[in-house]
């Protein structure tokens, strides 16, 4: 192997590692966020957004962290987080059980798609209280860290597996 090719190889390979980790750094942003939530980690998880940051929620019918919808930034993300309505969930018993995000890089911007769900005790029992795919938005910034940009909830299912 001449010196050519052994750098070209040695490029690659660390463009190669650079993407796994790439990947690996979105990964454990996007799978801490329930964490926090759920557990009243609030300022870890502001700390995880850009000052830019938006939220694009449907509407929930059930309020479970007051009546937040639309288009919001990280003010209103911050209200919602120290709501009434989702502090009386984390007392009770609160779960946003997240699947793995399949996750697509363009650069310094990302892609992640991966499904939610909310469960919620009630008596001695949780119940299942949304399902969701969502879908978000993630740029590098000049400290090499990944922060989420833009999250989108498009499609809100609810469900009611206990009263159906």
């Known amino acids: 192997m001449s010196g050519i090719e052994s750098h070209s190889l040695g ?11 790439d990947r690996q750094d979105i990964f454990q942003l996007l799978m801490t966020h329930p964490l926090a939530i759920d557990g009243g980690g609030l300022d870890f998880w502001l700390s995880k957004w850009t000052e830019d940051s938006v939220v694009d929620r449907p509407y929930d019918p059930e309020h479970h962290s007051g009546a937040f919808e639309g288009v919001y930034g990280k003010d209103v993300m911050h209200q919602e987080a120290q709501s009434p309505e989702l502090a009386a969930l984390r007392k009770t018993g609160i779960c946003h059980f997240v699947k793995a995000p399949a996750i697509r890089l363009d650069g310094d911007t990302a892609h992640a798609s991966n499904y939610l769900q909310l469960f ?16 978000s938005v993630t740029e590098k910034l000049q400290d090499l860290l990944w922060r989420p940009f833009r999250r989108n909830e498009p499609y809100m299912k609810f469900v009611d597996y206990n009263r159906a």
């Open 11 to 21: 490029s690659r390979l660390m463009e190669r590692i650079q993407i796994l980790e």
């Open 120 to 135: 919620t005790r009630e008596d001695k029992s949780y119940r299942l209280r949304f399902l969701l795919i969502s879908r």
